[in-house]
């Protein structure tokens, strides 16, 4: 089982920046792929961003200002926001998984999830 810690959230204004972290524990040792995946009101969850070894993958609304990074060691995975607009406002939530593949499948066949951040950003 592995437990997902997000923070980072908060409210900004159009064009500013926000860095979310993603704290990983547990059974970690299986999983070579972490990645970011949001919730707007009123939407389905969405894949965001996903890196796996050296590779870094991003939705086509996020390209160019989003930057998914880890750190190795400590288990955790962070995303810089920049250039935020308010169509970003969502739940920001990470997971992580064996293949990068099932991260750019989408949320359907995650389980588990921590309790996600909110992102607001004003107009």
């Known amino acids: 089982q592995v437990q997902l810690v997000e923070s980072g959230g908060g409210l900004a204004q159009a064009g500013g920046s926000l860095r979310l972290s993603c704290e990983v524990s547990g059974r970690t040792f299986n999983y070579n792929a972490m990645g970011w995946f949001r919730q707007a009101p009123g939407k389905e969850r969405e894949f965001v961003a996903a890196?796996?070894?050296?590779?870094?993958y991003y939705s086509n609304s996020v390209r160019g200002r989003f930057t998914i990074s880890r750190e190795y060691g400590k288990s955790a995975v962070y995303l810089e926001m920049s250039s935020l607009k308010p169509e970003d406002t969502a739940v920001y939530y990470c997971?992580?998984?064996?293949?990068?593949?099932?991260?750019?499948?989408?949320?359907?066949?995650?389980?588990?999830w921590g309790q996600g951040t909110q992102v607001t950003v004003s107009s």
């Open positions: 997971n992580v998984a064996e293949r990068v593949g099932q991260l750019l499948a989408g949320p359907a066949d995650f389980t588990s």
């Open positions: 890196l796996s070894g050296s590779s870094t």
